[in-house]
């Protein structure tokens, strides 16, 4: 896994924030950039998967859960974030 990105954004920079917004009880970053090396949108900022476990989705929709990720987000999205891919759970879901 690549850590520091060229844009300034890193998974432990995404870690961080979801962590201190959202209390997770499991929380996975993932640097999928390499994998879409070569497209156009590679040059406009990294691609990451998030997976997030927290009490925080209690009673929410998808949307509503994905809103609370991407508002943990808001400042690092325009430091080189180009795609997010979010797995967002409450505890006890599979």
Same mark, same amino acid.
Request: no cysteine; hydrophobic share 40%.
């Given at each position: 896994? =690549?850590?520091?990105? +060229?844009? !300034? /954004? #890193?998974? #432990?920079? =995404?870690?961080?924030?979801?962590?201190? #917004?959202?209390? +997770?009880?499991?929380? &996975?970053?993932?640097?999928? #950039?390499?994998?879409?090396?070569?497209?156009? !949108?590679?040059? &406009?900022?990294?691609?990451?998967?998030?997976? /997030? /476990?927290?009490? %925080?989705?209690?009673?929410?929709? %998808?949307?509503?859960?994905?809103?609370? /990720?991407?508002?943990?987000?808001?400042?690092? =999205?325009?430091? *080189?974030?180009?795609?997010?891919? =979010?797995?967002?759970?409450?505890? *006890? &879901?599979?």
């Amino acid at each position: 896994m =690549i850590d520091k990105a +060229p844009h !300034g /954004v #890193s998974a #432990s920079d =995404i870690e961080a924030a979801v962590r201190e #917004s959202l209390t +997770p009880l499991l929380l &996975e970053v993932q640097d999928d #950039s390499h994998l879409h090396a070569g497209h156009a !949108g590679a040059r &406009e900022g990294r691609h990451f998967t998030v997976r /997030v /476990v927290s009490g %925080r989705f209690n009673g929410l929709s %998808r949307v509503a859960r994905h809103r609370l /990720v991407y508002d943990a987000l808001q400042n690092l =999205i325009p430091r *080189g974030i180009h795609a997010l891919a =979010i797995e967002a759970r409450a505890p *006890g &879901e599979n």
